[in-house]
């Protein structure tokens, strides 16, 4: 039988997911007794094609993980096994997290060579946290970007129809279900359907039914009244089984005999624009009947294939839809699944003060130094930032805070709520070319003259010892 | 602070981790008394882009899975909150699955429409897998897939280089990455930088060094000397912070006065090719001085970008190299995030049979009826599958064996070493045309006389009462 466990980080081997160069590289730091402090920055260097921004997610994780880092037994023991030495993994199992950290709170717009997160902490901390707050920051950013932009697509169309996560089937593993779940709510999304992510964090879960409960009875007429008979006024009826207008009809015939005003039906193939239009009036056609007074409007919702350019074009065509089910596309970010997230060493410790520290690899090159980022806006739309080294004066808001001051967490965690008007308020700020969802203008980050000055120093200093 | 749980998928909420509409559905079957057999059937419409065949992955994850899943405290109350009914709860807490599942084993190439798993179950059951189960086939098969491609690339340039999976850090979360490292070894990779993986599945963890290795230290030279003289012969010397050729050079230098004979260097930028051979030139010069007897042969490893097509123009154009670090795409299967694998209804129990069902929605047609997949050859290579009704005679190999039978396991899961060896023997007997990376040949599906003609007259039928 396999493992219980079988494919799940828990608090038992969190710690162990990591890469084992950074291992090795630790116990590299502990043999050679080479353990200076050292900053490290967590930062993308390119967007992901057609993003004009990237909203920040991951932090609360990022924490969580910090929190749960142990090297327990378990852990050890597998270390032991797999030949790391006694001395390194008596370290291990002391280890506790004692640097400090700062971050850009989640829901906050970030853009190329900006730090989402920043950590200084003695190298052998330092070190192992790279895998793992990699992996944490990536996908959550890539999702709550996606999502953003879907919710600026409804916006721009003057439209205030929901959008929930219907996508954990297609997640990468039941841990990219949950945190796109977490990320959707945080790009504007009004629930999930995934039960699990609806508990964990405490949002709405929505659904409706599926072909199989229709298909499961003799007629999908008496699949439509068994549900409106459990379910009355929350049932969404998907109608498309057999013939979408038929069963549209069918529907509205079914809620009108049982007397019960249904909250509307779901389209999930086909050509949507088309469909939904017709589907829509013949709920009105419906509500309009009888004697509903007026209060019964049920609704249109939309599934199949919905993402922010689907989405723009349905609204575009004149489709009408009360709600979206966006599912694959958003929780595999499917057109941009990747982000180029990288967590490089920026400065070290040299004689008790910390170095600016730089690599000059071909197309990689690294800002050095502490970083500070700043924000500035014009007529309150965000003008531009300036990527600059820490403590440099300059204008704008800076978007780095405090989160871990010697190993202690100082920084106040924002609700998920909190989280997601920040990101409403923020993504609003920017300005309209930068939110496109095609071919966006570039925002603009600038380099200061303190880190640009310090970087071309840099690079000469270490160009002329290379092979030193 | 966050839950320490937090975003991770624990036995405690493996049962929550479906969509809403699951449990509304099973709330529904209960009430109305509606509790048929019914069969499920999980498989893909379309190969991803490129793909000329995917290779399954994820049932052992099914197991693990249904052999965890029971509602705990912990779910009933959330669902309670949630506005669930009593007499559903208590039929949620007894839950155990009872049914029969057959599936395709792991490491076995297959082609739309065919079944991966097929489940017969009271209908109470087999809905709420749904979510669960697309959730853990879809992404390790596309990543076996993935990984299976670069192996095959390698196979045909007529190499044994080794391929790790070096990318949990970009993986979408934990599951991810954990499930990556495993369906990457399946595919024909040699291990994983992931220390968890390497615990949870028993495989092998490789890792050279970071940058920041060498960037901690005053010099290059510095942190050469310090690696080697920790880890000696096993010492691979990332050699790109600086300068590639100067860094090669300097890595041999060190070991030659050390007198220590490293394992080699690794490439992480720049012209892969050009660089590989001059730096692979420098390694043999290296080796053939001194008095090492020719026994020391330093390897150049190679990441930064690597994927199949990668892979095939590297060896195309003479690279040299070892072994490779394929991070990123693997681990995203990032030219193709996403497998449209569904999970339909295909028969439900009237009067005591199980009768077979389909629905007719536009552009998703699925196959009615329990189902049989056979594989024939030719010359020891694999000619065609035929896709028929469950217990139809015809030519070739049945795919399908049992798994479950009446909520009893009647598997004997194979190790991992054996799936990946499956792996090699089926996709090496694939037409080669089908296992091009870029537009392969279509690999011949027939669907045979008898789910012909059923699928025929259920349409038939299924039209002409549409509406009822």
């Not at 190329?112 to 920043?118: A, D, G, K």
Request: aromatic share 8%.
């Amino acid at each position: 039988m396999p493992d219980p466990t079988f494919g799940y980080v828990t608090p038992e081997n969190l710690a162990l997911f990591t890469d084992r160069y950074e291992l090795t590289m630790m116990q590299g730091y502990v043999e050679t007794g080479h353990e200076p402090a050292a900053t490290f920055s967590l930062f993308f260097r390119k967007l992901p094609p057609d993003r004009g921004y990237l909203v920040a997610a991951g932090l609360e994780q990022i924490i969580a993980c910090v929190e749960d880092l142990t090297f327990g037994d378990r852990a050890i023991a597998h270390l032991e096994a797999r030949g790391f030495h006694e001395g390194f993994l008596d370290r291990l199992a002391d280890f506790e997290f004692s640097g400090d950290l700062r971050a850009v709170p989640e829901g906050t717009p970030v853009f190329p060579n900006e730090p989402l997160v920043e950590v200084t902490a003695p190298i052998f901390e330092a070190q192992l946290l790279e895998t793992l707050f990699i992996n944490q920051v990536g996908f959550p950013s890539l999702v709550a970007t996606k999502a953003a932009r879907m919710r600026d697509v409804v916006d721009r169309h003057g439209g205030d129809q929901s959008l929930v996560d219907f996508g954990s089937r297609r997640a990468h593993g039941t841990d990219a279900g949950m945190k796109a779940a977490r990320a959707a709510y945080v790009g504007g999304f009004d629930g999930t359907s995934n039960e699990a992510a609806a508990e964990a964090f405490g949002v709405p879960a929505y659904g409706t039914m599926a072909h199989s409960w229709v298909q499961s009875f003799p007629t999908e007429r008496e699949a439509f009244e068994a549900f409106v008979d459990v379910f009355g006024e929350d049932s969404i009826l998907l109608v498309d089984t057999y013939d979408t207008i038929d069963g549209t009809e069918l529907a509205m015939a079914v809620a009108e005999e049982r007397g019960v005003d249904v909250a509307g039906v779901r389209l999930d193939s086909g050509d949507l624009v088309g469909l939904s239009k017709d589907a829509s009036a013949i709920l009105r056609d419906a509500s309009s009947r009888g004697d509903h007074g007026g209060d019964w409007s049920p609704g249109v919702f939309v599934s199949s294939g919905v993402d922010e350019y689907v989405l723009a074009e349905f609204l575009a065509g004149g489709g009408v839809a009360t709600g979206f089910g966006p599912g694959t596309a958003l929780t595999t970010s499917a057109d941009a699944p990747k982000l180029d997230a990288v967590y490089k060493l920026v400065a070290v410790e040299r004689d008790g003060v910390l170095e600016p520290s730089m690599k000059l690899s071909a197309g990689k090159v690294t800002y050095p130094g502490e970083k500070s980022v700043r924000r500035t806006e014009t007529h309150g739309e965000y003008a531009g930032d300036v990527l600059g080294r820490r403590g440099e004066d300059g204008p704008g808001r800076e978007l780095l805070v405090d989160v871990y001051d010697d190993g202690d967490l100082v920084y106040d965690l924002p609700t998920l709520d909190e989280i997601r008007e920040r990101r409403a308020r923020e993504v609003a700020r920017l300005p309209e070319a930068v939110r496109e969802i095609e071919a966006p203008e570039t925002y603009p980050v600038e380099v200061s003259d303190g880190l640009a000055g310090l970087t071309r120093a840099l690079r000469d200093e270490l160009s002329a010892r290379v092979g030193d």
